[in-house]
């Protein structure tokens, strides 16, 4: 059974980076999956920050790809999220879920999802 | 990219049979057939519930089904219960090679 736990800081100033981790557990992160970053504002949506296929590939959302890295490590098990120069706006639970098979798509559905992690972004 | 249309709110009796309307365009729900649907309980993480426009992943019971005429995607349940009280939400490809969510529907069971 799959499992993704995320971790890191619940508190970053603005202006500074954002670095979230993903656990995976019950599966290998080199499996033939697509990994993935999903985020919901307090009270709202969710929006798709990004996607990761285990040898590096790369897939991101335009409005944040300017300031947004999501990279595997395979030897950890895990991968991890960058956001820079955050605002009060990056304020949201972040999420890290398994994407689509590697024969799919990284622009597909997520399951499972990690339990979320809310990063507030505050001075 | 915008995001898909949803309903704010549905509501049904227990029983009886809803369905959540998604609405995206030619170059997102109209042209893919990677449209996914998420049921989201407060304080929880979403949970997948439909993929791949009508695919149901192990474990979610056959009174979730989906569909897709045109440019709208659809979500349906039967048999309503107490349990399905929740926030759903669609997704979608984009011919922008981006994943688009809709903005959530509140189901409320009478």
């Known amino acids: 059974q799959v499992q993704l736990q995320e971790s890191g800081p619940r508190l970053v100033k603005p202006s500074e980076t954002l670095s979230l981790n993903c656990i995976v557990s019950?599966?290998?992160?080199?499996?033939?999956?697509?990994w993935g970053w999903i985020r919901q504002p307090p009270g709202e949506g969710l929006e798709w920050i990004g996607t990761i296929y285990h040898l590096g590939y790369t897939y991101y959302n335009p409005s944040l790809k300017s300031r947004v890295a999501i990279s595997v490590d395979t030897s950890k098990n895990q991968f991890s999220l960058r956001l820079t120069s955050v605002t009060a706006a990056d304020t949201a639970v972040y999420y890290c879920?398994?994407?689509?098979?590697?024969?799919?798509?990284?622009?597909?559905?997520?399951?499972?999802w990690g339990q979320g992690t809310l990063l507030t972004v505050s001075s | 990219q915008s995001a898909l249309t949803q309903p704010a709110s549905v509501s049904g009796s227990p029983g009886q049979s809803i369905t959540i309307s998604c609405t995206g365009t030619s170059s997102d729900v109209g042209d893919y057939n990677f449209v996914s649907w998420y049921q989201q309980h407060p304080g929880k993480a979403p949970k997948l519930m439909i993929y791949d426009v009508t695919n149901r992943p192990s474990g979610v019971s056959n009174r979730f089904s989906g569909s897709k005429s045109g440019n709208t995607a659809s979500l349906t349940i039967s048999g309503l219960q107490a349990e399905d009280e929740a926030d759903y939400y669609c997704?979608?490809?984009?011919?922008?090679?981006?994943?688009?969510f809709g903005g959530g529907t509140k189901l409320t069971v009478l």
């Open positions: 997704s979608s490809s984009t011919s922008s090679n981006t994943l688009i």
């Open positions: 879920a398994r994407g689509d098979r590697g024969s799919g798509s990284p622009y597909n559905w997520f399951d499972p």
């Open positions: 019950g599966s290998s992160i080199s499996d033939t999956y697509y």
